[in-house]
């Protein structure tokens, strides 16, 4: 296999310049340090920047400004960002909100990537990406400085530049296994790991700025990241010749590992999707973990578990419907007049709401359901639509069959797009019969949609996890005209799920915190003590609609359950809500940490009933009522985007796929 190439940045005229910038800012932060008796012995901010901005959603007037830092603690580098106290913000984003989105203290040691983001018009902004594949919200920067602070990073830990991604830097990354594995052992400094200063970083600051006071009181000292880090190091101290024996031990089975990792790199490619460094991260997170953690043999007692205040069980046998045998040829019948129009609308969704669809009407059925069709539409007037809608789709298609070979020498963002597709489509499904086997036609069919997606849609372009959403849909339409469409209609409403500020997702996320804090409030506590406000342990769920944690049958159905808006246009959120609370039990009694949560949520996958789960959620939806649309702010997906013109400008980065 090919081995990724590795620039480093001091091969980069931007960074040259900006090593300037970074000293200078270590300067300024130095001199600062040194007037000011707030930050302790040995902790040494050598990076600070105001109006660094958080959009949690699609509101402008909910942006969340704050300050963010890089604070050096004996030879580790850690970044914060705490929101300005006291700003003036819609009533839907209260204090409590704002501080979710507190990022306390995250070591470098955890960072696998920081992505530059610069469009062409809007404020630069950068993602940083955890070694478990999740990323915290976009680092918006309204008066500039993301050189700046990345040249700051670069002085104190290896940054490089991948060759995949021009804006993509690497964060301590050796992809020459011989490189890593030597890396890895840091002998010259095994002794220095061990001594760690016994004094947590701390902040005590407070600054007034014109959008309101802010505080930095509890940065550092109030986070469980950076006490955690430090316990386990301070762990270590007792016993200097024990701790480096231990230490090289350690090392050296890490050496064994990366060994292991580099024989499979030159016999096997690793299929690598948009998920696979989400849970291959989580999962060796929590080997890492679990490894370092001090034995003692004191009998652990149970934690008792708060009860659920609303009695799930209870709750859905008082609420929720028992689920019916799917809509049928005969029954659809009485739901069509003669001429083949939806009699009443609201009457059939809640039915299939209630039962889904037999798979043999599913391509006539989600034709209307996903916006295709229309309900209103005769036998005759679909059929002249999808007629109308092949040639379109043909017109489209051939704007990418006619690339010449000359041509895409010197179309890099076809060539990528088009490279990413046929990486994908051939690891997507292929258990299932329907694209299973060699030279399997459907697999082209597949390709061309997403191709010419692609080219429909210019500047979302393709994504990893689109291929997810358009499998069951080829698979029902078994057309690739219809299958094209039926998936524009899809990605109306999904398609800021994809978004490379990730907007989409991050309102989502921010809607099920509050829906678990309105509906399951000891839960949402345990989450907070656990930093787990974030909800990304429901990224996956939300982002492919919950397709890699069931059957294909089982996909189909719950999406077209999904589709029909019958109680709530975001039914997905109370169906995380459902999952989550149903597994309560044993998420609080046995104590999750971020990580241990994160596989067992992975692990979920192939071991959730449907039919239980979407009682529970029709339960839950009832009973929040008015108080739960209430936590969704509006233009959240899968609902239609907003055009009052409240949106953020989404505009993608053109240097970037």
Known sequence: MQETEIHDLSDDAD???????????????????????????????????????????????????????????????????????GQSTNARLSEKDMNLYTIRAVPFADVRSIRRHTPAFGWQYIIVVLSSGLAFPPLYFYNGGVREFLATVKQHVVLLRSAEHANVFLVNDFQNPLQRTLSSLELPRAVSLSIVPSTPVSGGESASQENGERTDVDVLDGSPSIRQFYRRERQKVHDPARDISMQLLEKFSLVTKFAREATSQLFWETPSNAFSLFERGSSNLSTIDSSQKPRDDVLEL????????????????????????????????TFL??????????????????????????????????????????????????????????????????????QEKRFTKFRERKGL??????????????????????????????????????????????SDLLSPILFVMEDES??????????????????????????????????????????????KQKDCLNYFICFRWILLQFKRELEYDQTMRLWEVLW???????????????????????????????????????ELSGHIDIDVTLRDAEALCLCAGENGSACIPPGTPPSLPREDGFLFNSELDDTVL
């Open 15 to 85: 960074y040259a310049a900006s090593q300037q910038q970074g000293s200078a800012s270590m300067m300024r932060c130095e001199s600062g340090k040194r007037s000011s008796s707030n930050e302790p012995e040995g902790a040494e901010v050598v990076y600070m920047k105001d109006n660094v901005t958080i959009h949690p959603t699609q509101f402008a007037s909910e942006r969340i400004s704050g300050r963010l830092k890089l604070i050096k603690q004996s030879s580790s580098l850690f970044m914060t960002w705490i929101p300005y106290k």
């Open 302 to 333: 149970p934690v008792p578990v708060p009860p659920d205040p609303l009695e799930l069980d209870k709750l859905s046998l008082a609420w929720g419907k028992p689920r019916q045998p799917p809509l049928g040829l005969e029954e659809w019948a």
């Open 337 to 406: 007049d003669s001429e083949g129009r939806v009699v009443d609308s609201k009457a059939l969704r809640k039915r299939i709401f209630y039962g889904g669809v037999e798979h043999k009407l599913r391509k006539e059925v989600w034709e209307i359901l996903l916006g295709y069709q229309s309900y209103e539409s005769t036998y005759a007037e679909k059929e002249y639509q999808r007629s109308n809608r092949k040639t379109e789709y043909e017109i489209i298609k051939n704007q990418w069959q006619s690339i010449s070979p000359e």
């Open 421 to 466: 597709i046929e990486k994908d489509v051939v690891r997507t499904d292929r258990s299932i019969s329907f694209y299973g086997g060699d030279g399997n036609a459907n697999l082209s069919f597949l390709h061309n949609v997403l191709l010419t997606y692609s080219f429909y849609n210019f500047d979302l372009g393709y994504c990893q996890g689109m």
């Open 482 to 527: 219809e299958s094209f469409w039926c998936f524009v209609a899809l990605m109306e409403r999904l398609g800021p799920n994809f978004n490379r500020d990730q907007n989409g997702m991050h309102s989502q996320l921010f809607a099920l915190s509050k829906l678990v804090e309105l509906l399951d409030a000891p839960l949402h506590n345990y989450f």
């Open 564 to 602: 029909t808006h019958h109680l709530s246009e975001h039914l997905h959120l109370y169906v995380c809500v459902a999952l989550l609370k149903r597994y309560r039990g044993k998420i609080i009694g046995e104590q999750m940490e971020f990580d241990t949560l994160l596989k067992f949520i992975n």
